[in-house]
């Protein structure tokens, strides 16, 4: 790579020059107006989402290079939209930026981002370039979906089988290995290496759409319940359950783990990354037992059918032996911003 250019500051170029750079990572016949005009589909409802991500908060040299960092970005959203069944169609970017960033970085932050985008087919329409004394970045996805099909967390019913989509608590486990690699001596280089991608560059779930899909549509059933698992499990099934006035108890032993973690963590250590750790972008669902079970069968192995909606409003993680008593999950346990 040539020098002068990896070294090339953000205000050496200037907006315009940076945004003349950036312009090549989106479509140009949609680029250039005040706005993007979007094609969706008769009879389809458009679908928006925002996430944020600052570093020092979500990310930082220390974890994350600046692709992964984009694609971490662009997969948060595009989780978001599968949350809510639905399909996207393209994401704009805010950026805030101190001056002393260099192009380079910016535009490896872009090149992760449309890596992610790509697999997708979704591009980046547009955006937004900013001064800020903290590097910030502000991605706004749209996605469009059948309005009777939308997924929403405030219809889960008694008796819904709550069904995750995925292994919890791999993500959290890269990150501690990144933040302290000489935990992870005793493991071998191929799994530490898998759960340091799950980390740096998850996958959001928009393949279980079509087939969740399938299934509802079979059944004449819709819409359902659900929500990505984005800041964890246990906060994903409090947000569901507070939402739709219901409660919950979670089977601890049906919660499928990355296979590392039983030569690597303590029982204890494993259940709390799976329920608190976040950043897993899998899908909870709440569906009746005999479609979850179909979704389930359909997905593999690594999804499962983890607990029970129920009345009331507590939710309980069920540790199924008589040494562990059973827990009262709040949201208190999990991340908070301001806490």
Known sequence: MNNNLSSLRVRDIGEQGLLERLQRFCPPDIIGDDAAVLETLPNQSLIVTTDMLVDGVHFSDVTTSPEDAGW?????????????????????????????????????????????????????????????????????????????????????????AIVITGIHGASRAGLELLLNPEIGNNLKTEVKAALITAHQRPNPRLDVIPILKEILTSLCLFPISGMDSSDGLADAVLQICRASQVGAVIESSKIPLPS??????????????????????????????????????????????????????????????????????SLSQGFQHFA
């Open 260 to 329: 590392a973690f039983e030569e690597w963590l303590t029982p204890e250590k494993s259940l709390e990354y799976a329920l608190y750790g976040g950043e897993d972008f899998e899908l909870v669902l709440c569906l009746p037992p005999e479609p979850a079970l179909a979704l389930v069968q359909k997905l593999g192995t690594s999804a499962a059918i983890i607990g029970t909606i129920t009345p009331g409003s507590k939710v309980i993680l069920h540790q199924g032996t008589a040494e562990i008593p059973d827990q009262v999950l």
């Open 72 to 160: 971490r970005a662009a997969a948060a959203n595009l989780s978001d939209l599968a949350a809510m069944g639905a399909t996207p169609i393209g994401i704009t970017v805010g950026l805030g930026l101190p001056g002393d960033v260099t192009v380079n970085w910016v535009e490896r932050l872009y090149q992760g981002m449309t890596e992610c985008l790509s697999k997708y087919h979704v591009k980046i329409v547009g955006g937004d370039i900013v001064r800020s004394p903290i590097t910030t970045l502000a991605i706004t996805a749209f996605g469009q979906a059948n309005p009777n099909f939308i997924l929403r967390r405030a219809i889960a019913q008694v008796g819904d």
